[in-house]
C-alpha cells in the first residue's frame, strides 16, 4: 500500500462544476496535509493546508480531512479552465520534520468549456 | 524576483559524468529542501538543510550524491558518476523553518530537469 494515494484520474469536468478530489494516507499519526497545484512543465504550488479535522475553506477552494478515515479532499467551486492542472496531496507523517512531506501521484484534472 | 531560483533549467549529460545544480531560496528562509520528481509521480524528499547543517537524508540518496549549503545561504546538489534512472525533475524549495506548523510551507523553485544519455 502506498503511504499517500490519489485517485488515478484524469478527471474531467465542465466549467462552472465542481471538481472534488480525493487522497487517502497510510500513516494515522499523520499531522499535516497539503494541496499544491502543479501545471505542466512547472513547480508545485501550495494551495491549501489543513491540520484539523474538519473543513477549510478559501475561496473557491475548500479542504476536508478525516483523520478518522486517514482521508483528505479538495474541492474546487465553480471549476474554470485555467484550474486544468496536476493536484498533489501530501502529507507531514508523525515525527517527521517539518518540510519532509509525502506525495501522492497526482491527479490530473481538465476543466472544460 | 523574490522565489526559489533553481540553475540550470536543463541538463544534459551523457552516463557517468558528474553534474551539479544550484539552488538559491528565498532569503529569509532557513530551510532548503531538495526533491526529486519523474513523470506521472509526485515529488520525493531527498534531503534538507537547517541553515548550513544537512539534518536529513532520504534512504533513496546514494552515496553518489551530495548536497552542500555553504554559509546556510545557497545550495547545491551533485550527482556523480550518473545513471540513466538519474533522470528526473530536481526540485528545490525552502521554508521558513522557525519550528511552527504556520511556517512549514513549501516554496518551490522552477527544478531543473535532468536527462542522462
Known amino acids: 500500500q502506498k503511504e499517500v494515494e490519489q485517485n488515478s484520474g484524469p478527471l474531467s469536468v465542465p466549467e462552472g462544476a465542481i471538481a472534488s478530489l480525493n487522497c487517502t494516507y497510510s500513516d494515522r499519526g499523520s499531522q499535516s496535509f497539503f494541496w499544491y497545484r502543479q501545471y505542466s512543465g512547472k513547480s508545485p504550488e501550495l494551495i491549501m493546508f489543513?491540520?484539523?479535522?474538519g473543513d477549510k475553506e478559501d475561496g473557491r477552494f475548500t479542504a476536508q480531512l478525516n483523520k478518522a478515515s486517514q482521508y483528505v479532499s479538495l474541492l474546487i467551486r465553480d471549476s474554470q479552465p485555467s484550474d486544468s492542472a496536476t493536484y498533489l496531496c501530501?502529507?507531514?507523517?508523525?515525527?517527521?520534520?517539518?518540510?519532509?512531506?509525502?506525495f501522492g501521484q497526482g491527479t490530473i484534472l481538465t476543466v472544460h468549456p | 524576483d523574490t522565489g526559489v531560483s533553481q540553475n540550470p533549467r536543463h541538463k544534459i549529460t551523457k552516463r557517468g559524468q558528474n553534474v551539479t545544480f544550484r539552488c538559491d531560496p528565498i532569503?529569509?528562509?532557513?530551510?532548503l529542501y531538495w526533491y526529486r520528481q519523474t513523470l506521472g509521480q509526485g515529488p520525493e524528499f531527498l534531503t534538507y538543510f537547517q541553515n548550513e547543517a544537512q539534518l536529513e537524508k532520504s534512504r533513496l540518496l546514494s552515496d553518489r550524491f551530495s548536497a552542500e549549503r555553504p554559509k546556510g545561504s545557497f545550495s547545491t546538489l551533485e550527482i556523480q558518476r550518473t545513471e540513466q534512472g538519474d533522470s528526473a525533475m530536481y526540485l528545490c524549495?525552502?521554508?521558513?523553518?522557525?519550528?511552527?506548523?504556520?511556517?512549514?510551507?513549501?516554496?518551490f523553485g522552477s527544478g531543473t530537469q535532468l536527462s542522462v544519455l
Open positions: 489543513i491540520y484539523s479535522n
Open positions: 501530501a502529507v507531514r507523517a508523525r515525527g517527521t520534520s517539518y518540510g519532509k512531506l509525502t
Open positions: 524549495a525552502s521554508s521558513l523553518g522557525k519550528g511552527t506548523a504556520t511556517n512549514e510551507k513549501l516554496f
Open positions: 532569503s529569509e528562509h532557513n530551510r
